[in-house]
Protein backbone atom coordinates (compact mmCIF):
# COMPACT_ATOMS: atom_id res chain seq x y z
CA UNK A 1 0.00 0.00 0.00
CA UNK A 2 0.77 3.81 -0.11
CA UNK A 3 1.51 5.56 2.46
CA UNK A 4 0.00 9.05 3.33
CA UNK A 5 0.74 11.65 5.86
CA UNK A 6 -1.75 12.91 8.34
CA UNK A 7 -1.66 15.22 11.16
CA UNK A 8 -3.94 15.35 14.08
CA UNK A 9 -5.03 17.16 17.12
CA UNK A 10 -6.65 15.27 20.14
CA UNK A 11 -9.93 16.04 20.77
CA UNK A 12 -11.46 16.96 24.29
CA UNK A 13 -14.65 18.91 23.62
CA UNK A 14 -17.23 16.33 22.13
CA UNK A 15 -19.93 18.38 23.01
CA UNK A 16 -22.42 19.43 19.58
CA UNK A 17 -21.63 23.08 20.14
CA UNK A 18 -18.09 22.02 19.71
CA UNK A 19 -18.37 20.06 16.92
CA UNK A 20 -20.34 22.33 15.18
CA UNK A 21 -17.99 24.67 15.67
CA UNK A 22 -15.75 22.09 14.59
CA UNK A 23 -17.05 21.91 10.98
CA UNK A 24 -17.46 25.70 10.50
CA UNK A 25 -13.58 25.79 10.41
CA UNK A 26 -13.49 23.32 8.21
CA UNK A 27 -12.19 20.84 10.46
CA UNK A 28 -13.91 17.26 10.68
CA UNK A 29 -14.20 14.73 13.97
CA UNK A 30 -12.80 11.82 13.64
CA UNK A 31 -12.00 8.49 16.35
CA UNK A 32 -8.54 6.40 16.26
CA UNK A 33 -9.77 2.51 17.48
CA UNK A 34 -7.96 -0.20 17.60
CA UNK A 35 -5.63 0.71 20.27
CA UNK A 36 -4.22 -1.25 23.47
CA UNK A 37 -6.24 -3.63 25.22
CA UNK A 38 -6.41 -2.75 28.89
CA UNK A 39 -7.81 -3.94 32.23
CA UNK A 40 -10.91 -2.19 33.94
CA UNK A 41 -11.07 -0.65 36.16
CA UNK A 42 -8.05 1.09 34.70
CA UNK A 43 -5.73 2.81 36.53
CA UNK A 44 -3.47 4.45 34.14
CA UNK A 45 -2.81 7.63 33.14
CA UNK A 46 -4.49 8.56 29.50
CA UNK A 47 -3.75 11.43 27.31
CA UNK A 48 -5.43 14.09 25.70
CA UNK A 49 -8.15 12.75 23.44
CA UNK A 50 -8.29 8.96 24.57
CA UNK A 51 -10.71 7.52 26.73
CA UNK A 52 -11.38 3.59 27.69
CA UNK A 53 -13.76 1.58 26.18
CA UNK A 54 -15.18 -1.56 27.35
CA UNK A 55 -15.71 -4.68 25.45
CA UNK A 56 -17.42 -7.75 25.34
CA UNK A 57 -16.60 -9.80 27.94
CA UNK A 58 -14.65 -13.39 27.60
CA UNK A 59 -16.77 -15.62 28.36
CA UNK A 60 -13.96 -18.15 30.08
CA UNK A 61 -13.10 -15.10 32.48
CA UNK A 62 -14.54 -12.57 34.72
CA UNK A 63 -12.14 -9.88 33.94
CA UNK A 64 -13.71 -6.95 32.15
CA UNK A 65 -11.48 -5.84 29.51
CA UNK A 66 -11.40 -2.16 27.76
CA UNK A 67 -9.62 -0.46 24.67
CA UNK A 68 -8.25 2.85 24.27
CA UNK A 69 -9.65 4.97 22.01
CA UNK A 70 -8.89 8.64 20.98
CA UNK A 71 -11.23 11.28 19.82
CA UNK A 72 -9.00 13.24 17.15
CA UNK A 73 -9.42 16.85 14.57
CA UNK A 74 -8.35 16.46 11.58
CA UNK A 75 -8.46 19.42 8.94
CA UNK A 76 -10.70 18.81 5.70
CA UNK A 77 -8.44 20.01 3.24
CA UNK A 78 -5.70 17.23 4.65
CA UNK A 79 -7.84 14.35 4.10
CA UNK A 80 -9.29 15.31 0.79
CA UNK A 81 -6.34 13.20 -1.08
CA UNK A 82 -6.99 10.17 1.39
CA UNK A 83 -11.43 9.94 0.79
CA UNK A 84 -11.84 11.29 -2.90
CA UNK A 85 -9.62 8.35 -4.49
CA UNK A 86 -9.72 4.61 -5.09
CA UNK A 87 -6.83 4.25 -3.79
CA UNK A 88 -6.15 2.78 -0.23
CA UNK A 89 -3.48 3.80 1.89
CA UNK A 90 -1.89 3.30 5.08
CA UNK A 91 -1.77 6.52 7.12
CA UNK A 92 1.32 7.65 8.85
CA UNK A 93 -0.72 9.57 11.39
CA UNK A 94 1.16 12.22 14.06
CA UNK A 95 -0.84 13.21 17.30
CA UNK A 96 1.06 15.85 18.94
CA UNK A 97 4.58 14.71 16.93
CA UNK A 98 3.81 10.67 18.59
CA UNK A 99 3.94 8.91 15.45
CA UNK A 100 1.24 5.77 15.03
CA UNK A 101 -0.31 3.96 11.66
CA UNK A 102 -3.75 3.49 10.76
CA UNK A 103 -6.16 2.81 8.02
CA UNK A 104 -9.50 4.28 6.87
CA UNK A 105 -12.07 2.14 8.57
CA UNK A 106 -15.45 4.01 7.62
CA UNK A 107 -16.42 7.58 6.65
CA UNK A 108 -20.08 9.10 7.53
CA UNK A 109 -21.48 11.74 4.74
CA UNK A 110 -24.20 13.65 5.12
CA UNK A 111 -27.28 12.33 3.64
CA UNK A 112 -28.56 15.57 1.68
CA UNK A 113 -24.73 17.40 1.11
CA UNK A 114 -22.45 14.80 1.48
CA UNK A 115 -20.43 16.69 3.46
CA UNK A 116 -18.05 14.62 5.80
CA UNK A 117 -19.28 14.43 9.29
CA UNK A 118 -17.10 12.03 10.95
CA UNK A 119 -14.29 9.79 10.14
CA UNK A 120 -13.42 6.41 11.73
CA UNK A 121 -9.49 5.30 11.56
CA UNK A 122 -8.14 2.17 13.02
CA UNK A 123 -4.59 1.92 14.23
CA UNK A 124 -2.68 -1.10 12.87
CA UNK A 125 0.43 -2.87 14.04
CA UNK A 126 2.92 -5.40 12.14
CA UNK A 127 1.80 -8.34 13.87
CA UNK A 128 -1.83 -7.53 13.84
CA UNK A 129 -4.07 -8.64 10.75
CA UNK A 130 -6.84 -5.83 9.63
CA UNK A 131 -9.95 -6.41 7.53
CA UNK A 132 -10.29 -3.94 4.49
CA UNK A 133 -11.90 -3.72 1.03
CA UNK A 134 -9.23 -3.92 -1.44
CA UNK A 135 -10.09 -2.55 -5.09
CA UNK A 136 -10.20 -5.52 -7.95
CA UNK A 137 -8.15 -4.88 -11.11
CA UNK A 138 -9.25 -7.36 -14.59
CA UNK A 139 -6.37 -8.52 -15.97
CA UNK A 140 -6.24 -10.72 -19.20
CA UNK A 141 -8.98 -11.17 -22.45
CA UNK A 142 -11.41 -13.73 -21.72
CA UNK A 143 -12.22 -16.26 -24.04
CA UNK A 144 -15.94 -15.67 -24.17
CA UNK A 145 -15.19 -12.03 -24.59
CA UNK A 146 -13.88 -13.21 -27.94
CA UNK A 147 -16.47 -15.11 -28.81
CA UNK A 148 -18.67 -12.45 -28.71
CA UNK A 149 -19.90 -12.21 -25.19
CA UNK A 150 -19.41 -8.84 -22.60
CA UNK A 151 -17.92 -9.00 -19.55
CA UNK A 152 -19.23 -7.61 -16.66
CA UNK A 153 -17.51 -6.76 -13.10
CA UNK A 154 -20.38 -7.67 -10.07
CA UNK A 155 -17.67 -6.35 -7.54
CA UNK A 156 -14.96 -3.44 -7.52
CA UNK A 157 -13.67 -4.28 -4.54
CA UNK A 158 -13.07 -7.78 -2.17
CA UNK A 159 -12.34 -7.84 1.68
CA UNK A 160 -9.34 -8.68 2.51
CA UNK A 161 -7.83 -10.00 5.51
CA UNK A 162 -3.93 -9.63 6.72
CA UNK A 163 -1.46 -7.73 7.91
CA UNK A 164 -1.36 -4.41 6.47
CA UNK A 165 2.03 -4.49 5.46
CA UNK A 166 0.65 -7.68 2.95
CA UNK A 167 -2.35 -5.90 1.49
CA UNK A 168 -1.82 -5.01 -2.03
CA UNK A 169 -3.31 -1.62 -3.71
CA UNK A 170 -5.44 -3.52 -5.73
CA UNK A 171 -6.63 -7.60 -5.79
CA UNK A 172 -5.36 -8.15 -9.42
CA UNK A 173 -8.01 -10.91 -10.92
CA UNK A 174 -6.95 -12.77 -14.32
CA UNK A 175 -10.12 -13.87 -16.67
CA UNK A 176 -8.43 -15.41 -19.83
CA UNK A 177 -10.10 -18.29 -19.16
CA UNK A 178 -13.70 -17.11 -18.48
CA UNK A 179 -15.90 -18.69 -21.32
CA UNK A 180 -18.89 -17.87 -22.74
CA UNK A 181 -21.90 -17.44 -20.12
CA UNK A 182 -19.22 -18.76 -17.42
CA UNK A 183 -18.59 -16.49 -14.03
CA UNK A 184 -15.44 -16.43 -11.43
CA UNK A 185 -16.10 -16.40 -7.93
CA UNK A 186 -14.56 -15.44 -4.99
CA UNK A 187 -14.11 -19.09 -4.02
CA UNK A 188 -11.68 -19.76 -7.16
CA UNK A 189 -9.24 -16.87 -6.37
CA UNK A 190 -6.38 -17.35 -4.11
CA UNK A 191 -3.46 -15.43 -3.03
CA UNK A 192 -0.66 -15.99 -0.73
CA UNK A 193 -0.79 -14.26 2.43
CA UNK A 194 -4.17 -13.24 1.73
CA UNK A 195 -7.80 -14.49 3.08
CA UNK A 196 -10.70 -13.12 1.00
CA UNK A 197 -13.80 -12.86 3.84
CA UNK A 198 -16.27 -12.46 1.02
CA UNK A 199 -18.71 -15.27 0.15
CA UNK A 200 -16.99 -17.96 -2.00
CA UNK A 201 -20.21 -18.21 -4.04
CA UNK A 202 -19.97 -14.24 -4.69
CA UNK A 203 -19.46 -13.91 -8.39
CA UNK A 204 -16.58 -11.25 -9.36
CA UNK A 205 -17.07 -11.04 -12.95
CA UNK A 206 -18.81 -12.40 -15.51
CA UNK A 207 -18.91 -13.24 -18.90
CA UNK A 208 -22.67 -12.40 -20.26
CA UNK A 209 -24.21 -13.68 -23.77
CA UNK A 210 -25.13 -11.13 -25.78
CA UNK A 211 -28.02 -10.94 -28.86
CA UNK A 212 -24.99 -11.58 -31.50
CA UNK A 213 -23.83 -14.58 -29.31
CA UNK A 214 -26.96 -15.79 -28.89
CA UNK A 215 -27.32 -15.45 -32.69
CA UNK A 216 -23.90 -17.27 -33.44
CA UNK A 217 -24.85 -20.12 -30.79
CA UNK A 218 -28.17 -20.33 -32.90
CA UNK A 219 -26.39 -20.67 -36.24
CA UNK A 220 -23.97 -23.21 -35.00
CA UNK A 221 -26.42 -25.31 -33.74
Same mark, same amino acid.
Do not use: C, W
Given at each position: MKSYALNAEP???LGKKATKALRAESKI??????? !???TLPFTGTLKPGQKVVEIAENKTSN???????TDLTLKLDDVRKLIYTPDIFVIELSINGEAKKA???????????????????????????VVMEVPVA???HA !???KAGGKLSLSMKKLKVKATYDAIPERIVVNIDNIQLGQSLKVGAL?? !????????KNAVVCAVQL???ARGQQAQQG
Open positions: RTDPAVLNGG !EVVEKKGIIVVLKDIQFHPVSDEILHIDLLEVYDNKPLEG !EGVHY !EGLELMNSTRA
